[in-house]
């Protein structure tokens, strides 16, 4: 599918699902619109049993400048739905990947924190930056800020506003690889790969687990006895050849 003006749209290949922003007049900056739409989408998404991860990206050559600021006129209503579309990335069953170029700011930022990991390239700028607009950062995209950096490292970016490079991001936690310049779409396709051979039983309890969940253990000791998931795993293993596992969420 061809990118077209202030759209948000999908593509499912091979078990991944690639969700990308598009705006490129104004460096995919998210209007209203644009909010509204992402929850929706990915709950179609999580719903199709051929999709085991999912990439959120940009097109072209930057990955969101944050919201439309024009947007902000029209009060508080774009500020909640950019955080129902940040929770609902965040609550996503399956890995999520932010894979960044260029810009990946504001609203930006929050999207590629809610996802599980993010893959950057090499020159990318990270800021969060409501200081620069008298805004209030939302509580809840505020604590997965600090979950994700520390309270230090965010309270450096939401007093200050200031843009950071890969370097302090990966430093930081903020991202978790960079890449040389060319190289960021040959090694998510790998990393993809790699997730979409795994047993979706483990990444489901991993990530509910790794994002605070604590009532689930009796859960998801029973789906590991009926899965069949770790007979297959420990088969594969002693035999020498990779599992096939069928658990899907």
């Known amino acids: 599918m061809e ?10 290949e091979d078990g991944v699902a690639t969700v990308v922003i598009s705006n490129p007049a104004k460096r995919n900056a998210m209007t209203a619109g644009m909010w509204a739409e992402l929850p929706g ?10 999709v085991r991860a999912l990439v959120l990206t940009g097109a072209g050559d930057t990955f969101c400048a944050g919201a439309d600021i024009s947007s902000l006129r029209e009060g508080d209503a774009p500020q909640g739905l950019a955080v129902r579309a940040e929770d609902a990335l965040a609550a996503f069953p399956k890995p999520t990947l932010a894979a960044v170029r260029g810009y990946c700011v504001g609203g930006g930022s929050q999207l590629a924190a809610a996802c599980d990991l993010r893959f950057a390239e090499e020159g990318a700028s990270f800021g969060v930056t409501p200081a620069q607009l008298g805004i209030v950062y939302p509580a809840s995209s505020t604590r997965r800020l600090v979950a994700l950096v520390g309270p230090s490292a965010a309270k450096y970016l939401l007093f200050s ?10 430093r930081t936690g903020l991202v978790d690889e960079v890449l040389p310049t ?12 790699v997730l979409v051979s795994r047993s979706q039983l ?9 994002d605070g969940r604590v009532d689930r253990d009796a859960h998801w000791a029973g789906q590991a006895r009926g899965s069949g998931d770790t007979a297959e795993g420990v088969a594969a293993f002693l035999e020498r050849r990779a599992p096939d596992f069928t658990y899907e969420v």
């Open 202 to 210: 483990t990444q489901a309890a991993a990530k509910e687990f790794a």
């Open 3 to 12: 990118p077209q003006q202030e759209q948000i749209f999908a593509e499912v």
């Open 161 to 170: 506003g200031e843009l950071i490079g890969t370097e302090r991001a990966l």
């Open 41 to 50: 989408l990915l709950e179609r998404l999580a719903g199709d049993r051929g």
């Open 182 to 193: 060319g190289e960021l779409a040959g090694r998510v396709a790998e990393f993809t790969r």
